[in-house]
């Protein structure tokens, strides 16, 4: 069975590094001229599908918006995962569960394991109950050829009393979040990429050594949010692993066609290239 790790680095090869979000949430449904329902919610998923298959490494549906539709949205959810499934393009499930125990189990059965209902090519975790409360999730997520992305050094401001607090050894914690991904990443070997991601956000300086992660690093905050192509390729020179911008709402806005989703997250990968390009 081929890793997650590999499985990305051979997808990112093939589609390059962009990551597009797939947030459905009130307004782009307005926007789009669908209806605030778990009916409007499929047709946007549908697109999303339709757009994003075999054009971008990474889709990223962020499960708080097909939630919010309760049961017949968590439903649109998991046919959107399975559709993914059958192609090329890979997809990481933003929900940012973390906790301890038996409940972590449980969420490691319904997203991680081998047949999860939920299960996705990768999940977004929280470490702030401790990163190796998250330990039922890596054993899970390796037994079935997935990956994680572990939250770090985030780009709310809420979160840096938190991230830059000094570790028990030094450092901040969101560094000691990143290292403890690159001991569990070990096993890929040099230049290899592991199966513990790391999420940093990309919309001002993250003051990281990402070295030694030698897995991917996802990078929310291109577009809309406010960092451009150039400011990702310059804030994260040096790392260590795969580098996966994410996109949504400068993408999505190009919607509902299809089509111009593809043809907007085309154009947005030729300038992430060629930034990368200018760079050297």
Known sequence: MTGFGQRLVDAVASHGPLCAGIDPHPALLAQWGLTDDADGLASFADACLAGFAGTVAVVK??????????????????????????????????AKRGDIGSTMDGYADAYLRV???LGADAL????????????????????AGRGVFVLARTSNPEGAPVQLATAPGGGTVAQAVVDAAGVRNSGAGAGGCGDVGVV???????????????????VPGLGAQGASPADVVARFAGTAGPVLPVAARSVLRAGPDPVALQDAARTLGEELASARAGSH
Not at 70 to 92: I, K, M, N, Q, S
């Open 124 to 143: 977004t975790l929280s470490p702030y109950l401790g990163f190796d409360s998250l330990e039922p999730a890596f054993v899970a997520a390796a037994e």
């Open 200 to 218: 940093v956000g990309g919309t001002r300086e993250h003051g990281l050594d990402l070295s030694g992660v030698n897995g991917p690093v996802l």
């Open 61 to 94: 549906p962020q499960a708080a918006f097909f939630e919010r539709h309760g049961a017949a949205g968590v439903a649109v959810l998991e046919r959107l995962l399975a559709g993914f499934a059958g192609t090329p393009t890979l997809t990481l499930l933003d």
């Open 115 to 117: 047949g999860a209902p």
